[in-house]
């Protein structure tokens, strides 16, 4: 079974840092995009972060110069550093892969998401 677990969530004053963490496990050959998305209460799911296999990243407009993505290929990892926290940051954060498995199934992958919440 594949499968992408989140860790780092928490509680955390505005101002501060988290840093989230995206490991994927079972039958993998390869991952392409990796990416992290967000879901506030009463609103869509927005993009946050996303990396490419070759290391190239692209940001929402409301994380640039805060959030930083970065992933290991060896290990099947991928984290988001978030520094300079705001309250409307508060969102359920959620780990996306886009995996290839050695029989060639290629599929989209999610976690089960992580809390984050900034208070004021």
């Known amino acids: 079974q594949v499968r992408l677990l989140e860790s780092g969530g928490g509680l955390v004053q505005a101002g501060g840092s988290l840093r989230l963490s995206c490991a994927g496990s079972?039958?993998?050959?390869?991952?392409?995009?990796m990416g992290w998305y967000r879901q506030a209460p009463g609103k869509q799911r927005e993009l946050v972060a996303t990396?490419?296999?070759?290391?190239?990243?692209d940001y929402a407009d409301s994380v640039k110069g805060r959030f930083t993505i970065s992933r290991d290929n060896a290990k099947n990892m991928v984290y988001l550093q978030m520094n300079s926290l705001k309250p409307e940051d508060t969102a359920v954060y959620s780990c996306?892969?886009?995996?290839?498995?050695?029989?060639?199934?290629?599929?989209?992958?999610w976690g089960q998401g992580t809390q984050v919440t900034v208070s004021s």
């Open positions: 996306h892969a886009r995996v290839t498995t050695p029989s060639l199934n290629t599929f989209d992958l």
């Open positions: 990396i490419s296999d070759g290391g190239s990243t």
């Open positions: 079972g039958s993998i050959r390869s991952i392409s995009t």
